[in-house]
């Protein structure tokens, strides 16, 4: 079992950021590809952004140009740094690799 661990999420204002790190116990960041999602109220969960072990990214079309997401193979910890949050960012986000799921961080922009 792998454990992943999201921090980072928050209230913040229209316009602002935040940095979600989702941290794992053990290498298999290093060795695959790893996606930040995110589902809110009554919507299904929808990938966000994506890396892969070769450190290559892809976005949704929602919130390119605004996140950008990056790896940290030494701490095993990858992050999503988002910028310029709008309301419609609300939502709870996970983490992801392989079959596995860290336990979510709400992130909530008001306008």
């Known amino acids: 079992q792998v454990q992943l661990v999201e921090s980072g999420g928050g209230l913040v204002q229209a316009g602002g950021s935040l940095r979600l790190s989702c941290a794992a116990h053990?290498?298999?960041?290093?060795?695959?590809?790893v996606g930040w999602f995110r589902q809110a109220p009554g919507k299904q969960r929808e990938l966000v952004a994506r890396?892969?072990?070769?450190?290559?990214?892809i976005y949704a079309d929602s919130v390119k140009g605004r996140f950008t997401m990056s790896r940290d193979n030494a701490k095993n910890t990858v992050y999503l740094q988002m910028n310029s949050l709008k309301p419609e960012d609300t939502a709870v986000y996970y983490c992801?690799?392989?079959?596995?799921w860290g336990q979510g961080t709400q992130v909530t922009v008001s306008s």
């Open positions: 890396i892969t072990s070769g450190g290559s990214t």
């Open positions: 992801n690799v392989v079959r596995f």
């Open positions: 053990t290498i298999i960041f290093s060795f695959n590809a």
